[in-house]
């Protein structure tokens, strides 16, 4: 079969405009978390990293946009504009678009929002996104919470082997907003404290905000130096509660187990894992169980929760977008907030920033509603 590969990508994020600023940061352990007093949002101060809104508006106005847009909608149309045109794919009948979201506009359901409520759809958000670029198809909504990103990285590579599509753009975006605040705060999962993935001190969850693009295509011409082969991939749902995963980490493995058999490699043979980690107990617990389940207790781990928090259905793509640079770069990042080992299993939690040879990564991801998705990556061969 062939390969598929992702390639041209880019990230708004509270931590700059293009994926390269962005690592830079992580590079340098600088976090886009910061105390948010915004009694709109939430009653009490909360830690979260939300895109700058002047930064965010000038970007917008150089697309020179007709009409009105959500801030969701300008933040992934900036991202997904600055991989189509270094790309320079024309976007023709072989050419898809997904859209992945957990909430996508659910901000215009509060009271002051200009915008219809129906804007809330999120199939409004797919067809808003598909007019303004011109794509020929229908947008692909992939909407399976926090897996959502990174689910859709595998379902393009599907599209592209069952020859539907040559070339796929994947967007993703979530926005921090009053009801993700206070559904979480319901949970009791939200921390006021920087969050510690991993760490025995942790307190729970930051919220965050981003938006992620990437292409994944057949074509093996022009792709950046950061570009890789989609190994293998696997999804599967633990069936376990609406909010709490397997304590087992069954679904978290079986979608390893999968992605394993696709890319017919062994565990030893990963160097990197970008995990979930949320900083929530049952998760992290659950993905250190899934992981010691696997063998892959000594691959050298790491969450990017302490840089952006959690960003929803965009964390799994951020996350696989900052692993491929990671890679390229022959560089581990520190997983920001974790100092003492907070689960039960052991786990090789990346402590300090260094170099170390990257062939082959590992992103997972979790969610709600039991789901979990596994990915796995290697690099070009030189």
Do not use: W
Request: proline share 3%; net charge negative; glycine share 8%.
């Amino acid at each position: 079969m062939n390969k598929v590969y992702v390639s041209h990508n880019n990230i708004v994020s509270a931590l700059g405009f293009d994926s390269t600023s962005v690592v830079e940061k992580v590079k340098s352990e600088v976090t886009g978390l910061g105390l948010v007093e915004n009694k709109a949002l939430h009653a009490e101060p909360f830690f979260s990293s939300l895109v700058n809104t002047e930064q965010l508006q000038s970007a917008f106005r150089e697309l020179k946009p007709k009409e009105k847009y959500t801030r969701l909608e300008q933040m992934m149309m900036v991202s997904l504009d600055k991989i189509i045109k270094s790309s320079k794919i024309a976007l023709d009948e072989r050419v898809g678009l997904m859209i992945s979201t957990t909430k996508g506009n659910i901000d215009v359901l509060d009271a002051n929002s200009p915008f219809p409520k129906e804007r809330a759809y999120l199939s409004e958000l797919g067809k808003v996104v598909k007019e303004f670029f011109g794509f020929k198809n229908d947008a692909i909504v992939v909407s399976n919470a926090c897996v959502s990103g990174i689910l859709s990285v595998a379902l393009a590579k599907r599209y592209i082997e069952q020859n539907v599509y040559d070339h796929v753009f994947v967007v993703s975006g979530d926005v921090v907003s009053e009801f993700i605040l206070s559904g979480f705060n319901s949970f009791q999962a939200m921390s006021n404290e920087l969050c510690k993935p991993y760490d025995k001190y942790r307190k729970g969850i930051n919220i965050g905000e981003v938006a992620a693009s990437i292409l994944v295509t057949k074509d093996d011409s022009g792709l950046p130096d950061e570009a890789m082969v989609i190994l293998g991939e696997g999804s599967c749902n633990d069936a376990n509660h609406i909010s709490g995963p397997s304590r087992t980490g069954e679904g978290l493995y079986r979608s390893m187990q999968t992605a394993f058999r696709e890319a017919k490699i062994q565990p030893e043979e990963i160097d990197y894992i970008s995990a979930h980690g949320t900083a929530t107990l049952f998760n992290d617990e659950m993905e250190a169980i899934a992981f010691n389940r696997m063998g892959l207790q000594e691959a050298p781990l790491n969450s990017l929760k302490g840089y952006f928090g959690h960003t929803l259905g965009a964390s799994g793509l951020l996350e696989t977008i900052i692993g491929m640079h990671s890679a390229h770069n022959n560089t581990l990042y520190k997983s920001l907030g974790f100092e003492t080992m907070g689960v039960t299993q052991p786990i090789n939690v990346i402590n300090y920033t260094r170099q170390h040879n990257i062939q082959t990564f590992l992103k997972t991801a979790s969610g709600f509603g039991g789901c979990n998705t596994a990915v796995i990556f290697q690099k070009l061969a030189q």
